[in-house]
């Protein structure tokens, strides 16, 4: 696993970066193409909800693209946010591995 510190790209900033712009589509209408609500929309949009499995099926039939695309986009935010948040990163690190647990 490569871990950087700069932040990948998030959901968000790729909706609107690679698809709404390029495409002249809103949020309204990608709401609407989705069957969401265009607030759900907005906060994938804006970071404030992550991408579920079902969210991730629904762009991938929207956009004609796989939910893999789009969980990993997620999944590489994810585990950096969790990284480089100091309580998390705290938390992580206090895991001992088993070979050390049962030596």
Known sequence: MIIT????????EMITEEFLIPLDITQG?????????????????????????????MLARVFGNTPDFWLNVQRRNDIWSALHTPKRKARIEKAIPVREMLA
């Open 5 to 12: 510190k700069r932040q990948p790209v998030s959901v968000g």
């Open 29 to 57: 209408q990608l709401a609407k193409a989705m069957g969401v609500s265009r607030r759900t929309v907005n906060e994938i949009c804006t970071g404030k909800r992550a991408v579920t499995v079902d969210t991730a099926l």
